[in-house]
């Protein structure tokens, strides 16, 4: 009771911060807005959501790229390509991409999938788009930090691409850059200026996703509307509630680990560094320790997959509930399953380290915390299909991803009991298995939550729908060649294969795997092309797309849809809203859905 | 007066909120360089640090400014813009005194041959600077608050008693001395 009251109280609070002046006049009537302050330098939520999300489609563009060129050296081995030579000159001599470069693609890669899309790009559209308007705020907060934050993530995509361009190439020593690697220049061409160039841009991002987390946090927790208490918060908004204490309690560990690596870098000193001969010179170093690293490191990358991973949880959540015209299962069971998952990701950051030499006994409590993430996945997944069981289902571009989500989430996730546990980790590390795991569980899985989202509140974000043909080959392709791709791997995998070598026609044990290798390099090409019909369809639909009519498109109970087509900024051209009920009212005493802004009636039954 | 404290609770500013989950991510950025500092501690070849007489008289100049800025809140409160004025740049003073003193401590330790950086050096004072360091920024950034507070408190033309600016400034700058306290305890007890 006491809660509901602070809740009113924010509510007052928020609207009397925020834009007063649209609250008496409407929305049209706001400040002269200049292209500039619209476009580039807003401070509008709605403007900032999509400007991550268009920089997150450029970076998902070039990583997937870098992918499919390695695909190609791994999936033709006696092949040239003289194109690439004209591309890349000396990286690719003679038509064959050389292992430095090889290393710098694997590398650039992973960190722009990871952090520049997966994080950026994810969270930073949905978080933006749909807090205010969902949980009935004018905007953020912030709007100031929320726009810097933008900026931030800006300048990193600026430094980062800048590195692809230097003589030496970009930081070349994986997307976990461990020390000593990538901490001596001498010690690869891309340990040189690439690599400073890495730790200046993920200093930036790290900026970018504090602001953008303190920012998200506040709002959720300051900003509801009259009558949004917590437990009527749709589940996307308690996703991204947690994606942002997780990002905001565990970047801050990396920018120390970063930090520290910087130093070790220019200034000489040996928090990572002890005892090392590089090329027949004795380094003087001495005293460090690069294991200190691996911890200060996979304290956030731990978490930091679960940034990737709640916010497509969220949406998915949603997403389920609204197309099978059902309430979510077990609303405060996902709630807490989201809660335990947040807990969790910070105390398993050491089955990353169980071959580092990492104590046994210690090692014995990481696998137990690690397979104890079981059970709050398994309460989702359960919750999932028990939404959708029986449901009157409608087959939505958004709804086929957020189905095929839960599929890639059941099938990665299964792939992680047998990685969680330290013995059959001693085979299964750093070959293939991982790649085909942590691809399937995390990366594909959470496209498939950020494809979701964007079909499902594209209408809302540019008052047009995406192309349904395109949108089912989009579906039907990426989610046939996921598999096509990961699932051959947990087999070469399991049989020892290794990861980050680029040639295998000479060791014995592996070139049996050669003709696997080369279909998974195509459906790779097939797969990739597919994502580009899905960019045309992206900025095709944005100009030309069918127009929407209807206010609420998918008959959905959350609060963005109440406001008007086109929202300007401030959202609700008169006053916000006030909820009544949950957010998951759909098939209920005979109606198919009732908004939460609709009170409750005197007959009504319990949900 | 009980009402109206509690009508004041319930309206917490959403960028007073923020600057407290601010605080909590900075508190896990120094929680993760202290826990490497202790890892790396009780591993080989540590040497124990010797910590100059000049860091007490930091900590001193640090503990004064969060009393003046104290002060100067009290005064805006009761709206005493001069009296104001002048503690907001006495805490700017002692902030920047407080720095000059970090820095002037680090170099006592060339004076001794004891290496921060660089060859022969060893990770205990690599640490030392390191996690000074980056203090150091933030209270620099705090001085930078506390100057723009102030030029925008000397020259808008508006009498402006909005407090919540200040009253943010000044939450940050007890903060970044709560946090060198408890580096300082930290390094001297964890030598």
């Known amino acids: 009771m006491s809660s509901e009251t602070i809740t009113h109280g924010h509510a007052a609070a928020a609207s009397v911060h925020s834009h007063d002046s649209h609250e008496a006049h409407g929305h049209d009537h706001h400040h002269e807005e200049s292209f500039l302050t619209k476009y580039v330098f807003s401070t509008d939520h709605k403007m900032i959501g999509k400007q991550f999300l268009i920089t997150g489609i450029i970076w998902a563009i070039i990583g997937g790229l870098f992918s499919v060129l390695f695909r190609l050296q791994l999936g033709y081995p006696e092949m040239t390509f003289p194109f690439l030579e004209d591309l890349f000159g000396k990286w690719a001599a003679g038509g064959r991409i050389t292992n430095e470069f090889y290393y710098a693609l694997v590398t650039m890669h992973g960190t722009i999938l990871v952090f520049f899309v997966l994080t950026a790009g994810l969270s930073g559209t949905f978080a933006n788009i749909l807090i205010p308007l969902q949980i009935g705020a004018r905007d953020m907060a912030s709007g100031f930090l929320n726009m810097l934050s933008y900026w931030f993530f800006f300048l990193a995509s600026v430094v980062m691409f800048a590195s692809l361009f230097i003589q030496t190439g970009p930081a070349s020593g994986g997307w976990t850059i461990y020390p000593p690697l990538s901490a001596l220049g001498q010690a690869s061409e891309g340990s040189k200026l690439g690599m400073d160039f890495w730790l200046i841009s993920m200093a930036l991002f790290i900026v970018s996703s504090l602001l953008g987390g303190l920012n998200y946090i506040s709002t959720i927790l300051n900003l509801r509307t009259k009558g949004m208490s917590m437990t009527r918060l749709p589940l996307t908004m308690w996703a991204i509630f947690f994606t942002a204490v997780l990002g905001v309690l565990s970047f801050p560990v990396l920018l120390s680990g970063a930090v520290l690596l910087l130093f070790d870098r220019n200034l000489g000193t040996s928090f990572y560094l002890s005892e090392i001969v590089v090329k027949g010179e004795i380094l003087p170093n001495e005293g460090g320790s690069a294991i200190l690293f691996q911890h200060l490191f996979w304290f956030l990358g731990h978490p930091e997959v679960y940034i990737i991973l709640l916010p497509a949880m969220g949406m998915v959540s949603e997403i389920l509930s609204v197309n099978s015209r059902k309430p979510i299962f077990g609303y405060l069971a996902m709630v807490g399953s989201l809660f335990a998952i947040a807990i969790l990701a910070f105390l398993v950051w050491a089955h990353h380290m169980f071959v580092t030499g990492l104590n046994p006994f210690l090692g014995a409590f990481f696998v137990l915390l690690t397979l104890l993430i079981a059970v709050p996945s398994a309460i989702k997944v359960f919750n999932w299909l028990t939404t959708i069981w029986r449901g009157n289902i409608r087959f939505t571009p958004g709804m086929l991803f957020a189905i095929g989500f839960v599929s890639l989430f059941i099938s990665g996730g299964l792939t992680g009991i047998f990685l969680g546990n330290s013995t059959l980790d001693i085979h299964l590390h750093d070959t293939y298995f991982v790649i085909a795991h942590f691809h399937i569980v995390m990366g594909v899985a959470s496209f498939f939550g950020m494809f979701a989202g964007v079909y499902h509140w594209f209408p809302k974000m540019y008052g047009r729908y995406l192309n349904n043909t395109m949108a089912y080959i989009h579906f039907w392709v990426t989610l046939v060649g996921a598999y096509l791709i990961f699932w051959p791997m947990h087999y070469s995998g399991l049989a020892g294969m290794p990861r980050r070598y680029t040639d295998w026609s000479n060791w014995q044990s592996f070139n049996q795997f050669q003709g696997m290798n080369s279909f998974i390099s195509t459906v790779a090409m097939i797969v990739f092309a597919v994502q580009l019909l899905f960019v045309f369809n992206f900025f095709y639909s944005i100009f030309k797309g069918r127009k929407v009519k209807d206010q609420n498109p998918w008959g959905a109970n959350t609060l963005e849809w109440t406001t008007p087509i086109n929202p300007g900024h401030g959202n609700w051209p008169g006053d916000i809203p006030e909820v009544h009920r949950w957010a998951y009212d759909y098939g209920k005493d005979g109606r198919e859905f009732i908004p939460q802004t609709e009170p409750v009636g005197a007959h009504e039954s319990k949900h | ?191």
Do not use: C
């Open chain 2, 1 to 191: 007066m009980t009402g109206t404290m509690i009508e004041q609770r319930k309206k917490i500013h959403p960028h007073k909120f923020t600057l407290w989950v601010g605080i909590g991510s900075i508190l896990m950025m120094f929680a993760g360089l202290t826990s490497a500092y202790i890892v790396k501690r009780s591993q080989a070849s540590w040497l124990m640090l010797e910590i100059p007489i000049i860091f007490w008289y930091s900590t001193a100049a640090i503990l004064a400014s969060s009393v003046t800025v104290h002060l100067a809140l009290r005064a805006m409160k009761q709206r005493e813009l001069m009296t104001y004025r002048r503690w907001l740049v006495v805490t700017a003073v002692l902030g920047v005194l407080f720095l000059v003193l970090q820095i002037a401590g680090f170099m006592q330790f060339e004076a001794k041959d004891i290496r921060l950086i660089g060859a022969g050096s060893n990770a205990s004072y690599s640490f030392l600077l390191a996690i000074s360091g980056l203090h150091g920024l933030h209270v620099l950034g705090g001085v930078i608050a506390l100057v723009v507070i102030t030029i925008r408190a000397i020259s808008s033309s508006v009498r402006n008693y909005n407090t919540v600016p200040l009253e943010i400034v000044a939450t940050y700058w007890h903060f970044v001395d709560l946090l060198w306290i408890y580096l300082f305890i930290f390094f001297n007890w964890m030598k």
